[in-house]
């Protein structure tokens, strides 16, 4: 059994734990994908030819079981999750993987690991869904054979609200028009790293990057979404396109602030121009972050500071008692692992 890590001391990083679980497609069956299973946590084995291995044919995804202070453990919209793996696996050629198994399959991990699913208020325990295509291939083309395998680890807390990102503003896009950066592949992370540890050594904590239109417009930050209050309140973020990911978080935030909060929110392209003359406030959202403030954004030979964060502390506050059950959920957005058929042999 792996170590029951020091809840105290956690941090966003991989942790094992004992179960994962595993299952396989064929393009050419129907239904493609079989039963699938939970298997002890360990190494898998692949044909050195396997299509993700050389052709990147692969997607993921990262959402987050925390339990309550009723000991009970919710899943934060996993539909809305399985439904992005689907379309993410369309965008890729691999065989989807049905919504209702992904949701069985992200509770029965949640189960298994319970062991591993901090106390209330410590944490929670993400799950990492993936998708490749192991089918071995020399030739690029569309993989028959695919394989699912999610494992999961605890983590800590997002840092706190008051401590606002600084981000650097690319002069480059994330991902092309026309691309993948609308789907949760694998591909669209490997390029940012050179330039985030280019960024870290310059101060800043991460990097917002344009949308692809060419325009100056801002587009997302490498792993999250993002916000800008504008001087006449109005919540206004970067419509999607296929630069830009669908987050769950941006759409859970989007609803809250036009529902709940009641604030004017729009989808519409935002120049760096206007932000830098209008924004009151900036944050980006995301499962790993949930709202984080950024208090400074900078590029070469610039920095533009930002205000106080109001309206991220409000709806951080919001999705947090959502996710830990504190606060109603009006949207009926947690899945109560409990209540989930198990995934095994479904
Ligand atoms: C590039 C990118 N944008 C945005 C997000 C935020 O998406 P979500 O809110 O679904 O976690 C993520 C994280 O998954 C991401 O990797």
């Not at 439904?83 to 949640?110: C, I, K, N």
Request: aromatic letters at 8%; one cysteine or more; charged letters at 20%.
């Amino acid at each position: 059994m792996s170590a029951v890590p020091d809840w105290d001391a956690l941090g966003f990083g991989f942790l094992p734990t004992d179960w994962m679980y595993r299952a396989q497609g064929d393009a050419a069956r129907d239904p493609a994908w079989d039963a699938g299973h939970f298997v002890p946590f360990g190494d898998v084995s692949l044909s050195p030819a396997a299509a993700v291995l050389s052709y990147g044919c692969g997607c993921f995804e990262g959402l987050k079981a925390q339990r309550g202070v009723d000991g009970r453990v919710r899943i934060f919209r996993p539909d809305a999750h399985g439904a992005r793996f689907a379309r993410s696996a369309e965008r890729l050629a691999l065989p989807p993987f049905p919504v209702d198994r992904f949701v069985a399959m992200a509770a029965g991990l949640a189960r298994r690991n319970d062991a591993w699913v901090p106390p209330a208020g410590k944490g929670s325990l993400y799950l990492r869904p993936m998708m490749h295509g192991t089918e071995p291939l020399l030739g690029a083309r569309r993989p028959r054979l695919a394989g699912v395998i999610a494992y999961a680890s605890p983590v800590g807390n997002a840092p706190g609200l008051d401590q606002g990102l600084r981000l650097k503003v690319m002069a480059s896009a994330r991902a092309a028009l026309g691309g993948t950066g609308g789907a949760k592949a694998m591909g669209n992370y490997a390029g940012v790293l050179l330039h985030k540890e280019a960024a870290v050594r310059e101060g800043f904590d991460d990097l917002l990057y344009l949308d692809g239109s060419g325009r100056l417009q801002l587009g997302e930050a490498s792993g999250a979404n993002l916000f800008c209050v504008l001087d006449d309140g109005t919540l206004a973020t970067p419509p999607l396109d296929d630069t830009i990911l669908p987050g769950i978080t941006r759409d859970s935030a989007l609803r809250l602030a036009r529902d709940v909060l009641g604030l004017p929110v729009q989808q519409r392209p935002l120049s760096l121009v206007e932000v830098r003359a209008r924004a009151r406030e900036v944050f980006c959202t995301g499962t790993g972050w949930t709202v984080r403030p950024v208090a400074m954004l900078g590029g070469d030979g610039w920095e533009c500071r930002l205000g106080p964060p109001k309206v991220a502390t409000q709806l951080g506050e919001a999705l947090a008692d959502i996710r830990s059950g504190a606060g109603a959920d009006p949207f009926g957005w947690t899945v109560d692992v409990a209540g989930v058929a198990d995934g095994e042999d479904q």
